[in-house]
């Protein structure tokens, strides 16, 4: 049961930017880091980004990552075909002992 | 590079125990990261996470599987594992292990049916 809510679906342009959006509570969102997953078809999930806007080594600099209050987005700039995924926040909820929740997920589609 | 390889079987039937095992190749699964994880999918459906060990052997659960889950480590094997109790059509989905919550395994499917 997903308590990280996400909108089903995004699109965009090659060239674009896209932004979406996760939306959670004070027990989760609001007190802890936010952490985006993206996952291709048939593959398991790649971390984005980290501690609400960092990025891993090798994650370009398109993506982005924010957050305010209870809230968090996810910005990919410059869409590309290979961007074209599922996109799932996380947080932990409550406390650091867990558990880790999940967002609803989108899908990204590229037009 | 470290590398995660979920392994177990393919079919359970309800009712029974999922057993799952992890490998952690290489690196080390007592040093670096202090802890490792399980998240299932099932299909078409979002994420959802199970719990983690830390290498002390300290566990989470998610509150929701808690009475039926049990998270081991085996140092030696550099291994660690996830048994799943009372199995239901429900537990049918993807599993994959992870370190921390920052890298994951390809996963594996597991389909509960008699």
């Known amino acids: 049961q997903s308590v990280l809510t996400q909108p089903p679906s995004a699109s965009g342009t090659p060239g674009q930017r896209v932004t979406i959006s996760c939306s959670g509570s004070?027990?989760?969102?609001?007190?802890?880091?936010v952490y985006w997953y993206q996952q291709l078809p048939g593959s398991a999930p790649k971390l984005l980004i980290f501690?609400?806007?960092q990025r891993p080594s090798g994650v370009p600099d398109r993506f982005s990552g924010s957050k305010s209050g209870t809230s968090a987005s996810l910005a990919i700039s410059g869409l590309r075909s290979e961007d074209e995924a599922d996109y799932y926040c996380?947080?932990?909820?409550?406390?650091?002992?867990?558990?880790?929740?999940f967002g609803t997920g989108t899908k990204v589609t590229v037009l | 590079q470290v590398q995660l390889q979920e392994s177990g079987p393919g079919l359970v039937k309800p009712s029974q125990t999922l057993s799952l095992t992890c490998t952690v190749s290489?690196?080390?699964?007592?040093?670096?990261?202090?802890?490792w994880s399980w998240i299932r999918q099932p299909a078409g459906k979002a994420l959802e996470w199970i719990g983690r060990?830390?290498?002390?052997?300290?566990?989470n659960y998610n509150p929701s599987l808690k009475s039926r889950i049990s998270i081991s480590v085996d140092t030696s094997k550099n291994q660690f594992s996830l048994k799943l109790t009372s199995v239901t059509a429900a537990d049918t989905a993807v599993y994959y292990c992870?370190?921390?919550?920052?890298?994951w395994g390809q996963g594996i499917l597991v389909t509960v049916s008699s």
């Open positions: 992870g370190r921390a919550v920052d890298y």
């Open positions: 290489g690196g080390s699964i007592s040093s670096g990261y202090h802890y």
């Open positions: 060990i830390y290498t002390s052997g300290s566990t």
């Open positions: 004070s027990s989760n969102i609001g007190s802890t880091y």
């Open positions: 501690r609400n806007n």
């Open positions: 996380a947080a932990w909820d409550d406390s650091l002992s867990g558990p880790y929740v």
